[in-house]
Structure formats: structure tokens, C-alpha cells
């Protein structure tokens, strides 16, 4: 069966830095496209980061580009994304997810985890 975990997230004030990480098992996802999405209290989920299985091109949405890396060991089932000069406004559940190319476009995505929450404080 296949699980995602995630883990990293905590609290931190504006400017500090946290890891997030992303556990996939259950299959091999090595080809796969490995992403990371985050949710804003009663909003639907955005693309934050996404980094391809075969080519492990990465693709940012604007609003972290230059601040967070998004990263992954090539044939391990782990995706990375490290977050850097934080803001209040990147305060969200971050989900990892997993699907065969790498797009923003959330529908696109086969495997989610249950969320890490991150907090920024001004």
C-alpha cells in the first residue's frame, strides 16, 4: 500500500529556514514526479514545487522562487524542499505529492500525504 509522510514542519519566525521532508513507500516512485503543494485555512491547495523523476528538472511557482529549493536522491523515495528567507504568508499545511509528470496542475497527482503544518511568525 502506498504511504507518503511527511515531516519537517514546526514554527518559525519570518526569515528563519525550515526542511521538509517526504517519505514515499509501498512502491518504487523513482520515475515518478515528485511535488509539494500547501493549503491555506478554507482554500484550496496551490503548487508550490515540483521536481521530475527522470530528468529531476524542478518548477516553482513565482511566489518561492529564489527561497525554496525543492530536491531528491536519484532512485529513493524521498523528495526534499528546503525553505529559506521565510514569510508570514508561506504559513500552510504543505502536502507531498507524487504523480507521472511533473505539472501543477494538482488533479494531475496520484498519491498525497496527510500534511505537515508550517508556521511563520512576523
Known amino acids: 500500500q502506498v504511504q507518503l509522510v511527511e515531516s519537517g514542519g514546526g514554527s518559525v519566525a519570518a526569515g528563519g529556514s525550515l526542511r521538509l521532508s517526504c517519505a514515499a513507500s509501498g512502491r518504487s516512485f523513482s520515475h515518478y514526479a515528485m511535488g509539494w503543494f500547501r493549503r491555506f485555512p478554507e482554500k484550496e491547495r496551490e503548487f508550490v514545487a515540483v521536481?521530475?523523476?527522470?530528468?529531476?528538472?524542478?518548477y516553482y511557482t513565482d511566489y518561492v522562487k529564489g527561497r525554496f529549493t525543492i530536491s531528491r536522491v536519484k532512485g529513493e523515495n524521498t523528495v526534499y524542499l528546503d525553505m529559506n528567507s521565510l514569510k508570514p504568508g508561506d504559513t500552510a499545511v504543505y502536502y507531498c505529492?507524487?504523480?507521472?509528470?511533473?505539472?501543477?496542475?494538482?488533479?494531475?497527482?496520484?498519491?498525497w500525504g496527510r500534511g505537515t503544518q508550517v508556521t511563520v511568525a512576523s
Open positions: 505529492e507524487v504523480g507521472p509528470v511533473p505539472r501543477r496542475q494538482e488533479s494531475l497527482y496520484e498519491y
Open positions: 521536481i521530475g523523476g527522470d530528468n529531476g528538472k524542478a
